[in-house]
């Protein structure tokens, strides 16, 4: 499972049946994610919607 997989900007399109990043970045900006050697990503945003209330209990 990668990163994205649990990210909220990973989406799903039903018209090309594939998953695709919905942040809206510009050509700079996506070479310097692709060129960049960390692991993480700095857009990445927790999807779980739950991961708060785990948090309270």
């Given amino acids: 499972m990668s990163q994205c997989d649990s990210c ?3 989406a799903y399109d039903e018209e090309f049946e594939e998953y695709y990043c919905t942040v809206d970045l510009d050509e700079d900006d996506l ?27």
């Fill in 8 to 10: 909220a900007y990973y």
């Fill in 31 to 57: 070479y310097r994610l692709n060129a960049d050697s960390r692991s993480s990503c700095p857009y990445y945003r927790n999807g779980d919607e739950y991961a708060v209330v785990r948090r309270q209990n």
